[in-house]
């Protein structure tokens, strides 16, 4: 039956992975409502749209595998139905903390569904014609997905409170709960597989570690003990992660697939695409509503062109890498989204059409380097490491928009509290320096000509470090773009899939 219904079960985990991958960016547009209503601070800001990243990004090799054992559809099911009910404990926080603890719940939902969907689909098209279109219609909505959830958040803020970003997964996940049970495909697991808890606890608490160490150091007031100390359990845990997987016979991430240049080249260009889509959509969504006086939807539409690009260019890269190679591909539509963010950083403030322009082109250079990456990835690993391939794939792009976040809104954290110098007759609290949203919330109690100073002071101090914020982005991404270059331009031929897929 799962056979004859192979489009039905496609669209039932493409549901699923749709919701997985918006999830990451959809606050963009309903983080400046959400932390007004919430009177959340500039690190709770940051923790409640990255522990759902580093979460996920922790704990995906570690539930990969475990899904090899106990079987995928188990998996599924059980993270459909923790995604569905944090998504609803979300949706009426009643405070910053907990939004954040319901974040971590719908990544470990997230975490458990994203690997089985793959597998899921390996199980049910059995013909390699129809399973490679399948694929690339999850690789389509995996890369693409991230870039619309800014869109689809501004146009619920447009008519409904914060919460219903999350509380639309609900009917979602409970339709797909129902089509999933009697036509997803079962599968029996393999009770001999191993399944290292311990290396995913290790990478887990490593990379949340070291986002709060990130985070602290463009802080206002920094908590010097906690700082170090986060930074000491971070950089620990990673390494007894990576000596761990060395000495495994079943790692969860095997560690000598970056022995080839190509697939390093994919996994760097994936982290770096990831790292900056995310970053720059957060920072762009923030000062359109909070410097420029747009509602959601209107942020929504005006980041538009990126998503849009991103996926027209994501096929057109998967025709051209047979054609030209998976290195050029990367290198190339790298420098791309380089020069379009950088046009858009000297063009922001100017014509419409040139706004559209460069954002287009900053988007589909972005999308087809998340399609060239993932073919490098996967075609550039022995079958026999397919799974640590595909482990480290989606490890890359959930990874790299945790860094996006954690880096780029640091950035912007610290150049705004050094620039802001509000003066002492306003008479107004030091936390107007943590952020343009706390400076905004402390406008509203004072009269109005002292608000109108402090409003244009911090608009102006945003102002400058969203110009900071986007210079280290396209610096970022030209860097990657020539290290790759470097890469894979040498005595290497051109791209060739291996021989045994």
């Known amino acids: 039956m799962a056979r004859q219904n192979r489009w039905l079960v496609l669209a039932i985990v493409s549901s699923a992975l749709f919701l997985i991958v918006v999830d990451m960016t959809v606050l963009h547009t309903a983080l400046p409502t959400l932390t007004h209503e919430l009177a959340a601070t500039a690190a709770q800001k940051l923790w409640i749209v990255n522990a759902y990243g580093l979460v996920v990004a922790g704990l995906l090799?570690?539930?990969?595998?475990?899904?090899?054992?106990?079987?995928?559809?188990?998996?599924f099911l059980g993270g459909l139905a923790v995604f569905g009910v944090a998504s609803l404990i979300a949706a009426f926080s009643p405070n910053a903390g907990v939004l954040i603890g319901a974040r971590a719940v719908l990544a470990i939902g997230a975490a458990m569904m994203m690997p089985a969907t793959l597998s899921i689909?390996?199980?049910?098209?059995?013909?390699?014609?129809?399973?490679?279109?399948?694929?690339?219609?999850?690789?389509?909505?995996?890369?693409?997905?991230?870039?619309?959830?800014?869109?689809?958040?501004?146009?619920l803020l447009e008519y409904f409170w914060w919460g219903s970003v999350f509380l639309i997964n609900v009917p979602v996940v409970i339709v797909a709960l129902l089509l999933a049970?009697?036509?997803?495909?079962?599968?029996?697991?393999?009770?001999?597989?191993?399944?290292?808890?311990?290396?995913?606890?290790?990478?887990?608490?490593?990379?949340?570690?070291?986002?709060?160490?990130i985070e602290q150091?463009?802080?206002?007031?920094?908590?010097?003990?906690?700082?170090?100390?986060?930074?000491?359990?971070?950089?620990?845990?990673?390494?007894?992660?990576?000596?761990?997987?060395?000495?495994?016979?079943?790692?969860l991430i095997d560690f000598k697939l970056f022995r080839d240049n190509r697939f390093t080249a994919g996994v760097i260009a994936a982290l770096v695409a990831s790292t900056v889509l995310v970053g720059v959509e957060l920072v762009v969504s923030q000062r359109l509503q909070l410097v420029l006086g747009h509602s959601p939807l209107q942020a929504a539409f005006a980041i538009l062109p990126i998503p849009l690009a991103a996926f027209v260019s994501g096929p057109l890269a998967g025709m051209l890498v047979p054609r030209l190679g998976a290195g050029r591909v990367l290198w190339g539509s790298l420098a791309l989204a380089g020069i379009g963010l950088a046009g858009y950083l000297v063009v922001h403030n100017g014509p419409l059409a040139l706004v559209v322009l460069t954002l287009a082109a900053f988007g589909f250079g972005l999308g087809a380097t998340m399609t060239a990456a993932s073919t490098a990835i996967m075609d550039n690993a022995p079958i026999e490491s397919a799974g640590s391939a595909a482990s480290v794939e989606e490890v890359s792009y959930e990874l790299g928009g945790a860094i996006g976040i954690a880096?780029?809104?640091?950035?912007?954290?610290?150049?705004?509290?050094a620039t802001l110098m509000p003066p002492a007759n306003l008479n107004v609290p030091a936390t107007v320096r943590d952020s343009l949203d706390e400076a905004l919330l402390?406008?509203?109690?004072?009269?109005?000509?002292?608000?109108?100073?402090?409003?244009?002071?911090?608009?102006?101090?945003?102002?400058?470090?969203?110009?900071v914020v986007l210079g280290v982005a396209?610096?970022?991404?030209?860097?990657?773009?020539?290290?790759?270059?470097?890469?894979?331009?040498?005595?290497?031929?051109?791209?060739?899939p291996s021989a045994s897929r």
């Open 61 to 75: 090799p570690g539930l990969g595998a475990l899904g090899d054992r106990v079987g995928h559809k188990p998996m």
């Open 121 to 155: 689909i390996r199980v049910t098209f059995e013909d390699s014609r129809e399973r490679a279109i399948a694929i690339g219609i999850w690789a389509a909505i995996a890369s693409g997905g991230a870039a619309f959830g800014p869109v689809i958040g501004g146009i």
């Open 181 to 213: 049970v009697p036509f997803v495909p079962s599968d029996e697991g393999h009770a001999n597989r191993p399944w290292d808890f311990t290396g995913s606890v290790q990478v887990m608490v490593g990379l949340v570690a070291l986002a709060f160490f």
């Open 217 to 251: 150091l463009g802080a206002r007031e920094r908590e010097l003990g906690l700082m170090i100390g986060a930074a000491v359990v971070g950089v620990l845990a990673m390494v007894l992660f990576v000596c761990r997987q060395r000495n495994s016979a079943a790692p």
């Open 407 to 417: 880096v780029l809104g640091s950035i912007l954290t610290a150049v705004y509290g």
């Open 442 to 467: 402390a406008s509203e109690k004072l009269a109005p000509d002292a608000a109108a100073t402090l409003q244009t002071l911090a608009h102006g101090a945003f102002d400058q470090a969203f110009v």
């Open 474 to 496: 396209a610096a970022l991404i030209f860097v990657a773009a020539l290290a790759i270059w470097r890469a894979v331009t040498d005595r290497r031929p051109a791209y060739q």
